[in-house]
C-alpha cells in the first residue's frame, strides 16, 4: 500500500467549505492483496484505498463524498462498496455494470449506497477497446427501465459533440443525467461552439446536471482561464443543476496535477455568490443523493 504522501497534495482551501459539502467525484482504487485489478484493463492507477480518500475527505473540509466506480477494477465494485460501508452516512457510490445486469443485482449495489451508473463514450487511444468495468450507450439503453425503478441517475461521461449527437435519445430516457467534467467540451471551439450549447441547454431545461471539474478541458494548466467562460455559462444556465467534483486521485495526470484545495479556490473565485456556493457544494447534492 502506497504511502498518502504519493498521492496528490491536500492541502486546505483559502476559505473553509460549508457544512454539508460534497465532492461528488472521486475514485478508490485497492488495496491490490484485497481488491485485484482487473486484467485486461485501459489504465493501471496507484493504489488509492478508502483511508487515502477519507483523509483527503477531511483534510480539505467535506462532509460528504461520491465515488465513482474505476473500470480498472473491471465489473469487480468491492473496494467501493468496502469505502462505502465504513462511512455509510457519509459515502454514496456510482457503478458500471453490463448491460445485461438484473434488477436483483442493481438492488445489491442500491443496499450498498450506489445511487446511480456511469455510462462513457468518449474518444480517445482506448475508445475501440472493449473492457470490463466500462460501458455505452447502448448499455443505458437497457438498463434505463431497471435504473428508474430504483430512483437512480444516469452518470455520461462523453465528448460534447457525442451528447449533442444524442442529446435526444438521452432526454427520452427519462432518467435524471448528470454530465462528467462540464461535458468534456474542445475549449478551442469556444462557448458558441454546437456541442457546449447542447451541454448548456441540457442543463437550463433541467434535462441534465453538470458536474464543474474544470481541469480536463483546460489548456492552460494551474489557472485554467480558458475554462472560466464556460464555468460562467453554466452557472448562469441553472443554478439548480450545478454540482462540484475534484476527480480524486487524478488519474493520467503526469507533468500537472492539481489538488483539491486549489481547484475550490478556483470555484470560488469563479462564483460571485455564497448562496450559489452553497447550493453546489452542499443543496444540489443533498437532493440528488439522497443525503
Not at 493504489?47 to 465513482?68: E, I, Q, S, W, Y
Amino acid at each position: 500500500m502506497s504511502d498518502i504522501s504519493t498521492l496528490p497534495t491536500c492541502a486546505t482551501p483559502a476559505r473553509a467549505l460549508p457544512r454539508g459539502a460534497c465532492d461528488t467525484h472521486a475514485h478508490v482504487f485497492g488495496p491490490y492483496d484485497t481488491f485485484p485489478l482487473a486484467d485486461p484493463r485501459p489504465y493501471t492507477p496507484a493504489p488509492a484505498p478508502k483511508a487515502h480518500h477519507l483523509a483527503m475527505l477531511d483534510r480539505v473540509g467535506f462532509d460528504r463524498g461520491v465515488l465513482v466506480h474505476g473500470s480498472a477494477h473491471g465489473w469487480d465494485h468491492r473496494a467501493m462498496l468496502d469505502a462505502i460501508a465504513h462511512a455509510p452516512d457519509r459515502l454514496r457510490g456510482i457503478g458500471t455494470v453490463p448491460g445485461d445486469t438484473t434488477l436483483d443485482e442493481l438492488k445489491k449495489l442500491h443496499a450498498g449506497g450506489v445511487r446511480g451508473l456511469r455510462f462513457t463514450d468518449v474518444a480517445g487511444p482506448t475508445a475501440a477497446q472493449q473492457f470490463d468495468g466500462r460501458v455505452g450507450f447502448d448499455a443505458l439503453h437497457r438498463l434505463a427501465p431497471l435504473m428508474r425503478q430504483l430512483g437512480w441517475h444516469a452518470v455520461i461521461w462523453a465528448n460534447a459533440a457525442t451528447l449533442a449527437e444524442h442529446a435526444s435519445s438521452l432526454r427520452a430516457w427519462g432518467l435524471p443525467l448528470v454530465i462528467d467534467h462540464m461535458g468534456y467540451f474542445d475549449v478551442a471551439a469556444g462557448v458558441a461552439a454546437p456541442g457546449f450549447q447542447t451541454v448548456r441547454q441540457l442543463v437550463e431545461d433541467g434535462s441534465a446536471w453538470v458536474k464543474l471539474t474544470v481541469f480536463r478541458n483546460s489548456k492552460e494548466p494551474g489557472t485554467h482561464q480558458d475554462v472560466q467562460p464556460f464555468h460562467e455559462a453554466l452557472l448562469r444556465a441553472n443554478p439548480e443543476r450545478l454540482l462540484w467534483g475534484s476527480d480524486w486521485p487524478y488519474l493520467g495526470m503526469t507533468t500537472y496535477r492539481p489538488t483539491p484545495a486549489a481547484l475550490l479556490d478556483l470555484l470560488d473565485r469563479w462564483t460571485d455568490s455564497d448562496d450559489l456556493l452553497h447550493r453546489i457544494l452542499v443543496t444540489n447534492p443533498a437532493s440528488l443523493y439522497g443525503f
